[in-house]
């Protein structure tokens, strides 16, 4: 099912790329980050281009809770504890500038995309909790931002503890972007959907991104396509996972809030409303895991469904939709050049679920690289960092989860036969020898591949809630059909013809 971001706008269309190009700026991704990255570029006089592989902006841009806000969870005690008080102040002016930025850019470009000024908190509903919320309140208020200790909240339940951060805000993100796509085409840049990108060569001092049949040559690339599609140099793959997260939209007549909310623990609850029909719709967001756990995942949306109605007993459920976030082992967004030894090759991934203030620190700080300009918050989200250790556990966990994938997996015998894959449900099989991935269709039509990772391999787990092989090792997601959905895998999954005997 659609999010309520692309049901509820009319987007603009694009042609795929149909010849070999020259620009200065060719952008891989045509999300948030690289709408922003190419409008900034653009108004400079750059000419840019973005390649999207899909449809601009509905993937992680279409499937937010569309947030703008500095307050990124309880993160600025982890900060100062883990890096610095001046790091923290740094992330946190970083986001700051960002917001302002996206309301100085709607003022500007006379942008009609539902902004709207709202606080934003952090709540807890533990005992053991507030005490986070109290050292998050004073190391906020040490950074010089007027963070606030709250014991009452709009939402229909007691708290214990709230921080909360003032003036954030809230918007519709796809009537934002569409319009900066209309501002980057008038600037004279040019945009291509269903262009996918295989390949980057570097030739002399500049680039060659190929898609299927074409060459952008380009002196700079961005990546900006979620999650880095080349694995080397850079080796973003050692040093993020993805998790998945669910959202449901749904209309009460009981009154509703203002602000926006995030608890501290998980199962994590999110809220926030959005206008809806000449009245108001509630967002509410939970039930994340990490992307490809093997695990079932039909009560994703129940759960998120049987908390709104606990809430709002009238609740009437319009819209359900999911998306997918890169997570750094240190949990600071990875932003600026792609490698020491890539010169002029940008990337921004990482964003750990907050993409609408980092989306736009990251096109500051890309678009003031390619300026040759200094930006104060370059060394902050520096992107060739490499320190596993700072989060050891994590590392340790991707490491395991990739050899077990790798290795050991590929020895189990899987104890299902043809026969127990039921209508619309997918196993791993065992055929001659041979794992085979099987997606039964509702009308008996079977869908096999071999459940292998196009990226580096892992075995692939079976998502009963989307229909969708997902990969344990960087979540990567392919449809049943074999089509590559998420990054950082590039290729498809051949389907097997299956000659099926009794
Ligand atoms: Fe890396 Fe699957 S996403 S092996």
Redesign the pocket.
Do not use: A, N
């Given at each position: 099912m659609s999010s309520y971001w692309i049901d509820s706008v009319k987007f603009d269309s694009y042609d795929s790329l149909k010849n070999d190009i020259s620009t200065d700026v060719c952008i891989i991704g045509g999300g948030i980050t690289g709408i922003v990255t190419a409008y900034l570029l653009s108004k400079s006089g750059y000419k840019v281009c973005i390649l999207e592989k899909d449809k601009i902006a509905h993937q992680t841009t279409g499937n937010t809770t569309a947030k703008i806000t500095s307050q990124h969870g309880l993160f600025y005690h982890y900060l100062t504890n883990n890096f610095s008080k001046e790091f923290a102040k740094s992330y946190l002016e970083a986001n700051e500038q960002a917001l302002h930025q996206i309301k100085q850019i709607i003022e500007e470009e006379n942008i009609n995309c539902d902004f709207e000024v709202q606080d934003n908190y952090v709540y807890t509903t533990l005992e053991d909790e507030v005490s986070k919320i109290k050292h998050e309140v004073q190391d906020v208020q040490n950074l010089g931002f007027p963070a606030e200790y709250v014991t009452d909240i709009q939402l229909p339940f007691d708290i214990l503890a709230a921080i909360k951060f003032p003036n954030q805000a809230q918007f519709h993100p796809l009537k934002y972007v569409n319009a900066l796509c209309k501002l980057i085409i008038k600037n004279g840049g040019s945009i291509y959907e269903n262009s996918k990108v295989y390949d980057v060569k570097k030739n002399d001092k500049l680039y060659n991104v190929k898609t299927e049949n074409n060459t952008v040559t380009a002196k700079y690339v961005v990546l900006a396509c979620h999650y880095p599609i080349i694995n080397a140099p850079g080796f973003y793959?050692l040093k993020m996972y993805q998790e998945t997260s669910y959202l449901i939209g749904f209309t009460t007549n009981a009154p509703l809030f203002d602000g926006m909310y995030i608890n501290t623990k998980t199962p994590i609850a999110s809220f926030r409303t959005v206008p809806y029909n000449n009245t108001r719709m509630v967002i509410l967001g939970g039930s994340e895991h990490k992307t490809g756990a093997d695990m079932d995942l039909s009560d994703c949306y129940l759960n998120l469904e049987n908390y709104a109605k606990s809430l709002f007993p009238d609740a009437n459920i319009l819209y359900r939709w999911n998306t997918e976030d890169c997570i750094s082992l240190d949990k600071v967004p990875y932003i600026g050049k792609f490698s020491t030894i890539m010169p002029n090759m940008y990337v921004a991934t990482g964003f750990k679920k907050w993409g609408m203030t980092t989306s736009h620190v990251a096109a500051n700080i890309i678009s003031d690289f390619i300026q040759d300009k200094e930006n104060p918050y370059a060394e902050t989200f520096i992107s060739t960092r490499f320190k596993p250790i700072e989060n050891g556990t994590e590392f340790v966990n991707m490491l395991k989860q990739t050899t077990d994938s790798l290795i050991l997996d590929k020895f189990k015998i899987p104890k299902e036969t043809l026969s127990e894959v039921g209508k619309d449900e997918g196993k791993i099989i065992e055929i001659n020898g041979t794992k085979i991935g099987i997606y039964c269709d509702t009308n008996g039509k079977y869908y096999a591949l071999k459940p292998v990772?196009t990226?580096?391999?892992?075995e692939l787990s079976w998502n009963n809630l989307d229909k969708t092989w997902d990969?344990p090792?960087?979540?990567?997601r392919f449809s049943y059909t074999g089509k590559s959905l998420y990054a950082?895998?590039i290729k498809d999954i051949d389907l097997i013809s299956l000659d099926i005997t009794e």
């Open positions: 793959f990772c990226h580096l391999g892992c990969c090792c960087h979540g990567s950082p895998s």
